[in-house]
């Protein structure tokens, strides 16, 4: 399975989100892409969710290094 870090996922995010920002509605098509990065990141925000470990927060884990 593939598995990101936290580190990527929260890029990943942003990326969505700048992406999201700056659709330009006047285009055909904007709001079909608009609404995939809406999704596509509420994705990446569940699966950071899924993959907190409380437990590591003084030693790093294969996610946090």
Avoid: S
Wanted: charged share 35%; net charge negative; aromatic share 16%.
């Amino acid at each position: 399975m593939m598995q990101f870090k936290e580190q990527e996922i929260d890029r990943l995010i942003w990326a969505c989100q700048y992406r999201k920002e700056h659709c330009d509605f006047n285009k055909k098509g904007a709001q079909y892409w608009y609404d995939t990065y809406h999704k596509l990141q509420h994705k990446l925000e569940t699966y950071r969710e899924e993959l907190d470990c409380p437990d590591c927060k003084y030693v790093a884990c294969n996610i946090h290094d």
